[in-house]
């Protein structure tokens, strides 16, 4: 299984472009689309995103991750392999949560390049190669050389700020759940906690802990990024009583 984790959006000829290419070197894995609208050239938010949604995929996945603002710069291109799944993209810290994680975590630079390599899309020419060789169960270790570690690496422990909104509104923090007497606020807000939407008043916000253990915050149906003008990057704090 290849999943794919990129912030091209779903509009544009991306998507389709990285796919075809995993066709013609995997044609017989099967691609999950798991996320294409992780926060544009915001590796630190999609680090804390991947790590999150990581567990859910069954060991030998191959994760094929794209937000890479510095494409084309002397940026490396790294294959990790983290919690028995592998994971291939650029050298930015976007797999450096999820490597940092996990003790069985092993690191390879990618050295190799394709004969045709665009300067803007080293998702479709590098990466996508390098995916298909890993999920065909061929490692590529012609093209590949091991490291002790990775050349961005973000802090590991939870980051408390908003990583992601959906499209109903709602505000995925990087922090990993918290107690449910826990004094959550953001935006100047206090939210309460609840266990979900509708045990609180329609257009009321809240916080909770969502299916891949983050806390978010989020308002019944309604959104939480218009009512409380929430974005991307934006602090939260959570005071534990206990």
């Not at 069954?58 to 094929?64: A, C, D, K, N, Q």
Request: aromatic share 10%.
């Amino acid at each position: 299984m290849i999943v794919l984790f990129t912030d091209f959006g779903v509009r544009d000829p991306y998507v389709g472009q990285v796919k075809a290419r995993l066709a013609e070197h995997a044609p017989s894995q099967q691609v999950v689309d798991l996320l294409h609208e992780a926060p544009d050239f915001n590796p630190h938010a999609g680090a804390h995103l991947l790590a999150a949604f990581a567990p859910g995929f069954p060991p030998g996945s191959v994760f094929l991750t794209v937000v890479d603002p510095g494409v084309g710069t002397p940026r490396g291109a790294v294959v990790v392999l983290a919690g028995g799944r592998w994971f291939v993209g650029p050298d930015n810290g976007l797999l450096s949560i999820v490597a940092a994680r996990h003790s069985d975590t092993r690191q390879w630079r990618v050295d190799w390049q394709p004969e045709i390599l665009s300067a803007t899309f080293h998702g479709r020419d590098l990466f996508a190669p390098i995916a298909a060789d890993i999920a065909r169960g061929e490692f590529p270790t012609a093209k590949l050389t091991q490291t002790d570690r990775l050349a961005v690496e973000f802090d590991a422990g939870d980051l408390a700020r908003v990583i992601y909104i959906d499209h109903y509104g709602n505000a995925w923090t990087g922090i990993r759940g918290a107690p449910k007497d826990a004094r959550v606020s953001a935006a100047g807000e206090l939210f309460r906690h609840s266990e979900s939407f509708g045990f609180v008043g329609k257009g009321e916000g809240f916080w909770f802990v969502n299916s891949v253990g983050l806390l978010e915050l989020a308002v019944n149906r309604g959104s939480a990024a218009t009512a409380f003008g929430l974005t991307v990057g934006d602090p939260v704090q959570v005071q534990r009583l206990n």
